[in-house]
């Protein structure tokens, strides 16, 4: 069975400082690991995802991510937070290798203040 | 970048009533899929749907849920006999298929049962 763990529903940080998401996952197979961010009313976006080869990944909007096999984590980073990143992150990850069943984490809301 | 489409964004059903979902998935896509979110829960995965059948479901995904592609180019969520549990946001997604192939979503439709 495959899950994933996001440390902390509700983040804050301020405009220009690091933003770090957390993420742990637990899967019986090498894992397929996503990163998902969704907007106010809008759908799910993928910010990265990482299948083989390099561990650090980067993804769209300055996020990049790195996959460490030894803690079993994805953590998303991002070095200078904008006002436009306030959103609602998913971690996500796939034992199939592709999308068949995408396993979702219950999310980090991301609060950006001025 | 192409788009899922889905119809309506907001529909409201009394219980016990069926309701259609509807989804336009991405012209060349092959396997299509329906998520959903409980207000203040993960993102849950109900079904997936290749070569014209389902190829895996969820436990959530019971009797009174089905879906289809009636036309080749429009895939729809039934629910037979509506519950309240029922209300959430219901995702589509599509994707090619393969494992560098993403997979996009539609913003949803939120379905409010009374």
């Known amino acids: 069975a495959q899950s994933v763990t996001q440390l902390g529903s509700h983040v804050s940080v301020s405009e220009g400082a690091l933003v770090l998401l957390r993420c742990n996952y637990s899967?019986?197979?090498?894992?397929?690991l996503f990163w998902y961010v969704q907007y106010p009313n809008q759908g799910l976006q993928l910010l990265l995802k990482?299948?083989?080869?390099?561990?650090l990944v980067k993804g769209i909007n300055g996020f990049e991510a790195e996959f460490k096999k030894s803690e079993t984590s994805f953590h998303l980073t991002k070095p200078s937070a904008h006002m436009s990143d306030a959103a609602e992150y998913f971690c996500?990850?796939?034992?199939?290798?592709?999308?068949?069943?995408?396993?979702f984490g219950t999310g980090t809301k991301l609060q950006v203040i001025p | 970048e192409p788009e899922v489409t889905q119809t309506p964004s907001h529909q409201v059903t009394q219980m016990g009533q069926e309701v259609i979902l509807r989804c336009v998935p991405i012209?060349?896509?092959?396997?299509f899929y329906w998520y959903r979110q409980i207000l203040g829960q993960k993102v849950e995965f109900l079904v997936s749907?290749?070569?014209?059948?389902?190829?895996?479901k969820s436990e959530i995904f019971d009797d009174q849920f089905s879906v289809e592609r009636p036309d080749g180019s429009n895939f729809t969520l039934k629910i037979r006999s509506t519950k309240l549990e029922d209300s959430a946001m219901y995702f589509c997604?599509?994707?090619?298929?393969?494992?560098?192939?993403?997979?996009?979503f539609g913003s949803g439709t939120q379905l409010s049962v009374l």
């Open positions: 997604a599509s994707t090619r298929g393969g494992t560098n192939e993403k997979l996009f």
């Open positions: 899967s019986s197979v090498p894992p397929y």
């Open positions: 990482y299948t083989t080869g390099a561990t």
């Open positions: 996500a990850v796939s034992d199939y290798g592709g999308y068949q069943k995408v396993t």
């Open positions: 012209s060349n896509h092959l396997y």
């Open positions: 749907f290749y070569n014209n059948e389902i190829s895996e």
